[in-house]
């Protein structure tokens, strides 16, 4: 530019970076650097709940670990490859049925070997990681057997932290080993130190490890490297335990396998942790219309007063650190859950019902809360089930005008609409029905999202995000 030509243009100056992208010039061209949500040279591919690498365990479950499979789910927005690894001490003839590379363009179904499925009380090399090129979603299906599965959304390795807390329920027959209160922890790293404070719930016998006795309130510590896993199993409820690392882990918790009073049958129960630093206080439940209702499990980071909303009663409640505080909700209403001064972790575990076999199971959803909210979300409705449902919590009229794979909401798929008023404002909670098969939900304003279904006595269900975002306005 310029008479001579010696004013050199800006890449920049076209402002190519989109969605809060910055910019900086390079050799006859820009580069990007993108806002969390963003990936792509302009930033404009959303990456939304996408990134490049996870790390995951199968929990035990109350099946033989040589019977069924567990799947992994992956959706992405363009063409990448994924390289699954485990770690170089396991089993050579198990480690060549794990690692691979595979390259795919929008959604892909991985198959894990029964035998990677974790046992309790001891160290083991059971831990995958999985790595892309391009970012992707991950949700785990885990032992996938007719009549006892659970699924969660996957945690990025960059989320992962170094406190937790473990929330189960408390086994309904105790005398049994399958209805185990059940946590799980996997190490990204080698050298990490982890602390584990039990909490036993209902003071009963210890937990015996290496021969040594652990009771209520005793702490247990030990070094896992890279890939390692421990499992922990009792016959009480293991809510309110304390995991601190001194380096980021990955934690599962649940139930080896648990029934509600209301349920058909007994089911497997499992979802990953977010760290404590990903918890949230605001939080809108939505109710499984197939269900017998929920036990909705609060626990919160410090002392505070919860204000809980249920049908027309608006509640106050004392909670106490450590402890958790239920609420049992019926199967038609939402409920609405908010703290002023302290961040929450509210898990629904949905009972199922006794009179349809193709509705009875339980599972268990770790809450989105608000600030987990995003705009567009990509997931895989698994086939196998013959009853898959979404549901959009949002302002009201957003839930209604969300886009699915592209076109508007068909009414006829429309299952159920609430309409919640909090503090003035309207929200929708809308559940729809939908097909197996990849399924991309988007809007120009952020929404929450639940995804669950039922087969004969099984069921699953996740959520959309599971990490606070923070970059969007609170709901209430």
Known sequence: MGEDCSV????????????????????NSYICTCAEDWS???????????????????????????????????????????????????????????????????????????????????????????????PVSVVLFDNDYHSSDDSSMILPTEKLST???????????????????????????DDTTVTIKFKLLNNSSPITINGKNYSDSDTLEMSLNKLETFQVGHNTDLTGTTIES????????????????????????????????????????PADINSNGSLIRILSAYNTTITIIKGSQTITQDVITGIPYDINSTISETVVIESSNSSLMVTNFVRGNYVD???ADPYMIVVSGYYSCKPQYKVVIPDGYPQNFITVIAFKDVAQSVLINGQNVDPSMIIVQENVMIVGISYDV?????????????????????????????????????YNVGNYPVLG
Request: aromatic share 10%.
């Open 430 to 466: 809308i559940t729809l029905k939908v097909s197996p098969g990849s399924i991309e939900i988007k809007h120009s304003s952020p929404f929450g999202l639940v995804v669950n279904g039922y087969r004969s006595l099984d069921s699953y269900g996740f959520v959309g995000n599971i």
């Open 163 to 189: 406190s937790y807390t473990v929330v189960s329920t408390q086994p309904l027959r105790p005398r049994f080993p399958v209805y185990s209160s059940v946590f799980a922890i996997a190490s990204l790293n």
């Open 246 to 285: 001194s380096q980021p882990v990955a934690v599962f918790s649940g139930n080896r396998c648990n029934m509600f009073p209301g349920s058909m049958t007994c089911s497997h129960m499992m979802e990953q942790l977010p760290p404590t630093a990903e918890w949230e206080n605001f939080f809108i439940v």
């Open 8 to 27: 050199k243009i800006s890449a920049c100056s076209s402002m190519p970076c989109q969605n809060g992208g910055l910019c900086a010039d390079a050799e």
């Open 357 to 359: 076999a193709n509705t």
């Open 40 to 134: 792509g040279q302009d930033c404009t591919d959303f990456r939304g709940s996408f990134t490049n690498e996870y790390l995951l365990l199968i929990m035990w479950n109350h099946f033989y670990a040589d019977e069924h499979p567990s799947y992994v789910y992956l959706t992405t927005n363009s063409p990448t490859t994924v390289q699954l690894s485990s770690s170089d001490s396991l089993d050579p003839a198990l480690k060549s049925q794990i690692d691979r590379n595979v390259t795919f363009t929008s959604e892909l179904k991985i198959v894990l070997p029964p035998e990677l499925q974790g046992q309790i009380l001891q160290k083991e090399a059971k831990a995958v990681r999985i790595k892309s090129t391009e």
